[in-house]
Nanobody
């Protein structure tokens, strides 16, 4: 009932930047938290950044000062601006959005994932 479409991944050199986007559509009444996770080969999925409905943010220590999460509520979209990228940022990035449907049931949905590769 909620679909998430991610975009913005790709190949970038160390020190470069990328901007990820994730847009939600469907029978959404209200969106609560929006976040980004990543999973590198052979590793567990980990939280990268999250932003609350009120705009409060939280970041993994490994990305603090380099990544910025933001949201555009009218567009049901969350962004992840990634600067000063490092090779260890290479992973598949997933967005996660939670909230209420028009039926007032809660939802928690994941995007399809977008590959970010940092390499020279």
């Amino acid at each position: 009932q909620v679909q998430l479409v991610e975009s913005g991944g790709g190949l970038v050199q160390p020190g470069g930047s990328l901007r990820l986007s994730c847009t939600a559509s469907g029978s959404i009444f209200i969106i609560d938290a929006m976040g980004w996770y990543r999973q590198a080969p052979g590793k567990q999925r980990e939280l990268v950044a999250v932003i609350s409905a009120g705009g409060s943010t939280n970041y993994a220590d490994s990305v603090k000062g380099r990544f910025t999460i933001s949201r555009d509520n009218p567009k049901n979209t969350v962004y992840l601006q990634m600067d000063s990228l490092k090779r260890e940022d290479t992973a598949v990035y997933y967005c996660n959005i939670s909230g209420l449907l028009r039926t007032r049931h809660t939802f928690n949905s994941w995007g399809q994932g977008t590959q970010v590769t940092v390499s020279s």
